[in-house]
């Protein structure tokens, strides 16, 4: 049975040492096409990114599953951050105002850095938009937009996002 000659034990060795190949090799991928990309930072398979050549990844960086990042404006994220599956984080939009001139589509780009400060913890689905700064040691909860800039050891949470206690 095969069950005898590879044990759990076993199996989940060589799961990890599977799933360890796989990271760095998505790693390795990733490093040549980022602005810049830290030491042990990891990006999963299925995390995108969108003008690479304009975002960088500071040291310690994880960006989990269906993380998307669009980077036209920039993007630029510090050390020792987690990203939680499906949040995104875009530095590019369309200026709203422009829809009244039917001009939605056409030169109406809005394309602001975003800077992500150091040992920040982005939840799952959370939304950064365009021109946001958030400061080093805050948390940004699952699900939260964040339209307007953070400062540093801030829980964020909320649609809007909001304040709601320093850490």
């Known amino acids: 049975m095969i069950v005898e000659r590879f044990p759990v034990a076993t199996a989940r060795i060589v799961h990890r040492r599977l799933r360890s190949a796989r990271t760095r090799a998505v790693a390795a991928s990733w490093r ?3 602005a810049a990309m830290g030491q042990e930072s990891t990006i999963a398979a299925t995390a995108r990114i969108y003008v690479p050549g304009t975002v960088t990844l500071g040291r310690d960086v994880h960006l989990n599953d269906f993380v998307h990042i669009w980077g036209g404006g920039g993007v630029t994220i510090g050390d020792h951050v987690m990203v939680a599956s499906h949040a995104v984080i875009t530095s590019q939009s369309h200026d709203v105002n422009a829809r009244a001139a039917g001009l939605l589509y056409r030169d109406t780009d809005d394309w602001r850095p975003v800077i992500i400060g150091r040992n920040v913890w982005i939840g799952a689905g959370a939304c950064i ?6 400061g080093d040691d805050s948390v940004i909860a699952a699900g939260a937009v964040v339209t307007r800039s953070v400062a540093p050891r ?3 949470m909320g649609v809007p996002g909001r304040v709601v206690r320093r850490l």
């Open 154 to 156: 801030a829980l964020v």
């Open 32 to 34: 040549r096409r980022l």
């Open 129 to 134: 938009l365009p021109g946001v700064e958030i």
